[in-house]
């Protein structure tokens, strides 16, 4: 079973690296990113809780949902391989408290694994419902046509983006390259503007990056309605889909805390847009892309 990123135990060391007597154990507090994504394995089911640290609109935020449904996969034992694809579909607001996760291994062969896993409060009530494909990566050709996003200025020199008043955006450090939105200091522009970002997207305390800050950085875009509209809308995620271009080998030696973000959209139509995104690493590799549909109340 994986190590929770952001713990630290030291067993028998004293700060200076001496051997002590007793047992003394050091443990370093862990990262709310995991407290908030945290599951236990049942007897069928999984549990988890949600996180006020992490709440959105009327519910948590979706990319914390996601990671916690991946993270249960993850860390189930019949878990072979590595993330490849997680799709949730978001199928009623999850409350606040705890949730059961019913994970279920639908197929395996000798080179991935699919998976579904429902997510239900109360009486049994679904809502959120997701599939997943694990994949054992082995090395072969490989090539990447599509060509990192340029003329980015470095993170450090990048301005932090003055945070929301959801808590879940809080958790996160926006650096906006290009695209940058302005809600509440003018009035909606008469022509929809561009609804195309380029960003940094970081943990405000930094952690390192894996396929669960991963999972939950495919979906820490502002919607674009926001961004064509200049103001905030009611909305919400419907369907969300991620695509991992790495595996855990390729990440750890990655060994970066934030992503260079870019999104865009196609259409908002009838109460309902798209949107999708590419995250990249600093050095220029393809980490995940991401597509999703989402509601919105104009």
């Not at 549990?47 to 709440?55: L, N």
Request: proline residues 8%; aromatic residues 12%; charged residues 20%.
């Amino acid at each position: 079973m994986p190590t929770i990123p952001g713990v630290l135990v030291v067993v028998g060391l004293v700060n200076d690296d001496r051997p002590c007597s007793g047992n003394f154990m050091l443990t370093k507090t862990p990262h709310l990113f995991d407290e908030a994504t945290a599951v236990t394995a049942g007897d069928s089911r999984w549990q988890g809780r949600t996180s006020p640290d992490y709440w959105a609109f009327v519910g948590p935020f979706g990319g914390c949902t996601a990671a916690t449904i991946l993270r249960a996969l993850i860390e189930h034992p019949q878990r072979a391989g590595d993330p490849l694809a997680l799709t949730v579909n978001y199928c009623a607001p999850v409350k606040e408290g705890a949730f059961d996760l019913d994970v279920r291994l639908v197929k395996a062969n000798r080179s991935s694994q699919h998976w579904s896993v429902e997510m239900t409060q109360g009486s049994d009530e679904v809502v959120t419902l997701a599939t997943a494909v694990f994949a054992e990566r082995r090395p072969s050709w490989s090539h990447q046509p599509m060509p990192f996003p340029g003329a980015a200025t470095p993170f450090e020199q990048t301005r932090s983006y003055p945070s929301l008043a959801m808590t879940w955006v809080k958790q996160y450090d926006f650096r906006f390259v290009e695209g940058e939105p302005t809600f509440g200091t003018a009035p909606p522009p008469s022509e929809p503007l561009s609804p195309y970002s380029k960003l940094w997207i970081a943990d405000k305390k930094p952690r390192k990056l894996d396929a669960l800050s991963l999972m939950s950085m495919s979906d820490a875009f502002f919607g674009r309605v926001f961004h064509a509209r200049r103001e905030l809308v009611p909305f919400g995620t419907v369907s969300l889909t991620t695509y991992f271009h790495v595996d855990s080998a390729d990440l750890a030696a990655e060994d970066t805390t934030k992503v260079l973000a870019v999104a865009d959209a196609r259409i908002f139509h009838k109460s309902y847009g798209d949107q999708h995104g590419e995250l990249w690493s600093p050095s220029g590799r393809l980490l995940a892309t991401t597509t999703q549909i989402a509601y919105f109340k104009v």
